[in-house]
């Protein structure tokens, strides 16, 4: 399940643009002509992660008074470049995040990097910067509420370590068809043979799938008025407590690292005023530029921010059993079951004996689908992958074997 990021048309307006909180903001109407003065300009947003891989967001902006969403770069040349001479292999597109990708776990300490994107002829490059050190997680927790659960952060970092802290994180979760056709020996026409030449009614391929998201907000926090440099349950996500992704085996792996001073400010600025939206990289609601220019026409306007950290990372899994309380579990609004006998004699024949044509499927206690006490399902039930993103690759760090 993954969401892409969009891009808000937004460059214009809020010329005072402070990290001082604002209690009340009016409208205002973008009149035309400075909604057709950003039109054509690019936004480049994303962070170089030493110990991770480096993902970079780029967009075309549209006018403030226009519905569409602001056209993606598919054709642009992304490298992460260093002062020493490094220069990585070229970002690969991602479709399903929307975004360039590129490993950079085995970055250097001993450099400032920056990203440069080669697009419509013009080379764009952001600021160099150090990798900025990261301090361990110390704990990844949760708690189960009434209605919900919360997940928690704990770093305890030195005093002079980095203060200024981001996160993100990966979900993946493990889901159930409604209905276990397992040892059904009626199972056995439903499936391709040519996909399953080993289906056997101990195998259901349908009944076991798979999910991921991200995160998509701005998780910062910063300790740099406190004596202490201590991060202590600080809330990252929460989930509700009969939501899909808790109901069998969830994991969530935590991804932390520093920020500076400056790129700090701005994403306190960009939270403020644009949370409500989109998440980490929606662009800011301001003239400011970040730190993204042009090297080859300084005129032309770019905006984004890049930052530069090495990053720590922490893994949980929170199990069905691990619950103090019975919850609901997962149910396809589409799944519905009935008797054999409720429908046409010619109906039941045609559903036997043609399933892999028909929404529904029956299961009886034997290999005779025209038994009596066979039930009707439709495929709703019995197969997981009619769940809008499921996949059916377990992930590689599963703690189970299911197929």
Request: proline share 4%; with cysteine; hydrophobic share 35%.
């Amino acid at each position: 399940m993954r969401m892409k990021n969009k891009f808000v048309n937004y460059f214009m307006l809020l010329f005072i643009l402070t990290t001082t909180a604002i209690s009340c903001i009016d409208e205002y109407e973008i009149p035309q002509t400075a909604a057709v003065k950003y039109e054509t300009e690019i936004m480049i947003a994303g962070r170089i992660l030493g110990g991770d891989v480096s993902e970079f967001y780029l967009s075309y902006t549209t006018p403030l008074n226009s519905d569409e969403e602001a056209p993606d770069i598919l054709n642009a040349e992304v490298h992460v470049v260093g002062q020493n001479g490094y220069r990585s292999e070229a970002a690969e597109f991602d479709i399903e995040e929307n975004c360039y990708t590129v490993d950079t776990r085995a970055l250097e300490n001993n450099t400032h990097y920056a990203v440069e994107v080669t697009v419509d002829g013009d080379t764009f490059q952001s600021d160099f910067q150090p990798l900025l050190t990261a301090p361990e997680i110390d704990e990844v927790t949760w708690q189960e509420n009434e209605s919900s659960v919360s997940i928690y952060v704990t770093t305890l970092a030195e005093k002079d370590e980095p203060r200024n802290y981001m996160w993100t994180f990966e979900e993946d979760w493990e889901i159930h068809a409604e209905v276990d056709m397992r040892g059904y020996d009626i199972i056995k026409p439903i499936y391709n043979k040519e996909h399953y030449p080993d289906l056997t009614e101990t195998h259901n391929p349908y009944y076991y799938g798979w999910m991921h998201d991200v995160s998509h907000k701005i998780l910062m926090h910063s300790t740099s008025d406190l004596s202490e440099n201590v991060i202590k349950d600080t809330k990252l996500h929460e989930i509700g407590i009969e939501d899909i992704r808790i109901s069998y085996i969830y994991s969530i792996l935590v991804k932390q690292w520093s920020l500076s001073d400056e790129a700090y400010n701005y994403y306190a600025t960009l939270k403020r005023y644009t949370e409500k939206n989109e998440g980490l990289f929606t662009p800011i609601l301001s003239d400011y530029q970040g730190n993204v220019s042009c090297l080859t026409n300084p005129k032309r306007r770019v905006h984004g921010y890049v930052l530069a950290s090495n990053v720590k990372t922490k893994r949980i899994f929170i199990y069905e059993e691990d619950f103090k309380n019975m919850r609901s579990q997962y149910s396809h609004d589409l799944c519905m079951a009935m008797k054999r006998n409720v429908y046409p004699q010619t109906f039941v024949a045609l559903i036997g004996s043609y399933p892999w044509l028909s929404p529904w499927v029956i299961m009886a206690p034997d290999a005779d689908w025209y038994h009596k006490d066979a039930t009707i399902y439709t495929w709703y039930c019995v197969d997981c992958r009619q769940t809008e993103g499921v996949t059916k690759k377990r992930p590689d760090f599963w703690p189970n074997n299911h197929e």
